[in-house]
């Protein structure tokens, strides 16, 4: 049987199917975040099976309590897993002045990556976010050493807005106002 996050809206993009996150994603997630290349600019610790399967309870538990989340990116023909994006409140350890923004990431299994999937996928999560969040901006968290993230977040209108220590570590924070349009 195959559980999915029912309240995880379904969000179509020309090659992307954005869709809750089910069981049978498991194995594919647990690749991705067990990949060093993948998490080099996120934390740089490959993940376990067991530690993904709790990060895919979080995006479920976004969804139930906050009605924001995670989904996972699909290719739209074949529904493979290609990775996973969306905003969160990870309640994390930065200056309080940023906490409380919804929080947008993503990340892309290695054989999905530098092909425009994360730029596609992220548009349209952001028109989801302008259309849920009330006229509120969102925020994304970088790793300066990440030049991909920063070109697909500044594609998608967001812009740096401050340096910030995060785990002890000097992170760019970026903010998108909503309906700050595409700049590519």
């Known amino acids: 049987m195959t559980a999915s996050a029912a309240s995880a809206p379904t969000i179509y993009t020309e ?3 954005l869709r809750a996150h089910r069981t049978d994603d498991l194995a594919a997630a647990a690749a991705m975040w067990a990949d060093p290349i993948v998490v080099r600019h996120i934390g740089g ?3 376990t099976a067991q530690q ?4 895919v309870l979080a995006y479920a538990g976004h969804w139930s309590l906050l009605h924001f989340g995670y989904w996972a990116i699909a290719d739209r023909t074949t529904d493979a897993y290609l990775g996973e994006l969306g905003f969160a ?3 994390r350890e930065i200056p ?3 906490r409380g923004i919804p929080e947008l990431g993503w990340a892309l299994a290695t054989a999905a990556a530098g092909k425009g999937l994360a730029t596609e996928a992220t548009l349209a999560v952001c028109a989801w976010g302008d259309a849920h969040f009330s006229g509120k901006r969102t925020a994304c968290l970088i790793d300066p050493e990440n030049s991909a993230s920063r070109r697909v977040a500044e594609k998608c209108g967001y812009a740096l807005a401050d340096r910030v220590a995060f785990k002890n570590k000097d ?3 970026f903010f998108r106002e909503p309906g700050n349009a595409s700049r590519h």
């Not at 993904?52 to 990060?55: A, H, I, K, L």
């Open 15 to 17: 090659r992307l199917r």
């Open 45 to 47: 610790v490959p993940s």
């Open 52 to 55: 993904t399967w709790m990060r």
């Open 89 to 91: 409140d990870f309640k």
């Open 96 to 98: 309080a002045a940023y």
């Open 171 to 173: 992170t760019l924070l």
